[in-house]
Nanobody
């Protein structure tokens, strides 16, 4: 059974930074895409960033573009989300997810494309 474990969440003042980590117990054929999602209270889960584990494309939701950076270390089976210039609107539970790519090779920002999920790590940004 593949497990994804997130860490690195916490409370930070607006403008601060956090680095989230997601460690996979193993990589399998249905984990060519890794992604970060988030869900704030009363809101639907949204895709934040995706990365293809084999390299290549990365994607970001527009609200975090130029502030967040997704990266990976395949040797450590770890995906990171560096979050800079945090805003209160970034407050949410952040989830790591893994799944297959779309047919053209891009990783989806839709949560129904992902088949492995972590338990989440809370990020709280205060003003």
């Amino acid at each position: 059974q593949v497990q994804l474990v997130e860490s690195g969440g916490g409370s930070v003042q607006a403008g601060g930074s956090l680095r989230l980590s997601c460690v996979a117990s193993r990589y399998t054929a249905d984990m060519r895409c890794m992604a970060w999602f988030r869900q704030a209270p009363g809101k639907e889960r949204e895709g934040v960033a995706t990365i293809r584990t084999s390299g290549g494309s990365v994607e970001y939701v527009s609200s975090v573009k130029d502030r967040f950076t997704i990266s990976q270390d395949n040797a450590k089976r770890t995906v990171y989300l560096q979050m800079d210039s945090l805003k209160p609107a970034d407050t949410a539970m952040y989830y790591c997810a893994a799944g297959p790519p779309m047919a053209i090779g891009y990783c989806s920002m839709l949560d129904d494309k992902y088949v492995r999920w972590g338990q989440g790590t809370q990020v709280t940004v205060s003003s």
